[in-house]
């Protein structure tokens, strides 16, 4: 297994590119099940995640070609609709291809996720929604079986929580559903929106997009023809690097990023005592002279975002007083809290709260990843802690970050990748 290992307090300078999201890359690719003819996607990441969604669909007989950032997804002639656990069991998000599946084939099995670091991590309110479409969903054996022969039908969707995977499946089901499909309390995240977009271009109308009221109208299970589109900008990679930046106190500008998706990933920066010099598709943060303690709460978007949390959490030990970060989305999203404290970080937990007490000079040591933002929140860590660190089982990271340790190593920082 490779690790990551880094000195750090050097300081960072230069620009860096961002990638496109992981986050609106996976439903469209499962969006790719709703098409008649290939589907090109650019600015893709290389990340695993997305490989892996692209070996289920190539299990299920899609034909798939990934390079350079571009994909080509053919659905035409899949030959079968059962994704297996084997696959399903890496990557939760595997869940994307039961919408799609079901309302163009009428019959499907996905494998149930399993379990995750951060939470338990249902699905009753995708299945809910779906027999709410006329679906008859069976568990049999860890797998969801799902049913619905002669379609889904457009129905009216109240999600007693809001979901961002949820909406997108039930988004992408009832594209091809008889009649309209309205969901109450849909997700807002940027991803979910693009998802909506790319499908208005192939037809779909799509009323209230970017709000939580959706209304879809579907097109009796006509496939689509999409045209060719760019996965827009990855908004917790560009998040990352901003923190990074906020925690070695240096000057960086990242590009190809999208301001308006990090209105409170900034305004959180500048509340802590940075500054953002924001252009159309560019950022550019500069150091605080004091770092602030802040009060944050993760909400859905436009809120402060979960998947930020475990990075905030890292730059709040250089803070000068007490912050506090309430976890409000999954049950156990602090396992990079212990990590942190390894470090030498002064956090205390009480339930969803963490109080971080700063600032703290952090120590280099081993450290472990448990999770996707966790490990990132240990690079940061490590890249302000004394002396040298090393970060195991980074196959985390390597599920959402592309190239990580390259891009930093372009901005000055010394890290590099070594085998166990
Ligand atoms: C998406 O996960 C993201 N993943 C997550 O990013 C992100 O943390 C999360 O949304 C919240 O923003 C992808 O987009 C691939 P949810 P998702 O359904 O859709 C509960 C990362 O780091 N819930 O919005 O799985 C659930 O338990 C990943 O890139 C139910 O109770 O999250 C959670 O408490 C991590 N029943 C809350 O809703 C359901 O049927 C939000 O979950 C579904 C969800």
Redesign the pocket.
């Known amino acids: 297994m490779d690790y990551l290992q880094l000195q750090g307090q050097t300081p960072l300078h230069g620009n860096i590119p961002i990638s496109g999201a992981?986050?609106?890359s996976?439903?469209l690719i499962a969006m790719t099940l709703l098409s008649k003819t290939p589907v090109h996607i650019g600015n893709v990441p290389e990340v695993v995640?997305i490989k892996t969604l692209l070996k289920l669909l190539q299990h299920l007989g899609a034909a798939c070609s990934f390079e350079d950032h571009r994909i080509t997804i053919d659905t035409c002639c899949l030959t079968d609709t059962k994704a297996t656990y084997d696959i399903v069991k890496t990557m939760?998000?595997s869940?994307?291809v039961l919408g799609p599946l079901l309302t163009r084939f009428g019959h499907c099995e996905v494998s149930l996720p399993g379990g995750?670091a951060?939470?338990?991590?249902?699905?009753?309110?995708?299945?809910?929604a779906l027999e709410k479409m006329g679906a008859t969903i069976t568990i049999k054996s860890g797998y969801v079986v799902a049913e619905a022969p002669d379609g889904l039908v457009g129905a009216a969707i109240v999600?007693?929580?809001?979901?961002?995977?949820?909406?997108?499946n039930i988004i992408m089901a009832a594209a091809l559903a008889r009649g309209t499909t309205t969901i109450t309390n849909a997700?807002r995240?940027p991803?979910v929106v693009q998802l909506c977009n790319v499908l208005r271009q192939s037809g779909i109308v799509i009323e209230g997009v970017g709000s939580a009221y959706l209304s879809i109208h579907g097109t009796d299970r006509a496939l689509l023809e999409m045209v060719p589109f760019h996965v827009i900008p990855d908004r917790?990679e560009a998040g990352t690097y901003l923190c990074a930046a906020a925690i070695t106190n240096s000057t960086l500008t990242l590009t190809g990023v999208c301001p308006a998706h990090l209105e409170t990933v900034i305004a959180k920066l500048e509340e802590m005592g940075f500054y953002c010099d924001i252009g159309e598709r560019t950022i550019t943060i500069h150091p605080a002279e004091t770092i602030k303690p802040v009060t944050i709460t993760t909400q859905?978007?436009p809120g402060f975002?979960?998947?930020m949390q475990a990075q905030f959490m890292a730059l709040c030990t250089q803070a000068s007083g007490t912050s506090t970060i309430e976890e409000r989305?999954?049950?156990n999203?602090f396992m990079h809290v212990s990590e942190l404290q390894r470090l030498g970080a002064d956090i205390k937990l009480s339930g969803h709260i963490a109080t971080i007490t700063g600032p703290t000079k952090l120590s280099g040591t081993d450290v472990m990843a448990t999770?996707?933002?966790a490990s990132s929140a240990l690079v940061l860590a490590a890249l302000v802690a004394e002396g040298e660190t090393d970060i195991h089982r980074i196959y985390h990271l390597d599920?959402?970050y592309e190239k990580l340790e390259e891009k930093l190593q372009t901005l000055g920082a010394h890290i590099k990748r070594l085998k166990e």
């Open positions: 992981k986050n609106a996976l439903p995640d939760r998000a869940i994307l995750c951060i939470g338990q991590r249902p699905i009753d309110l995708h299945l809910k999600f007693d929580k809001i979901t961002v995977t949820g909406t997108a997700a995240e991803e917790i859905e978007y975002p979960t998947d989305l999954f049950e999203r999770d996707l933002r599920r959402g």
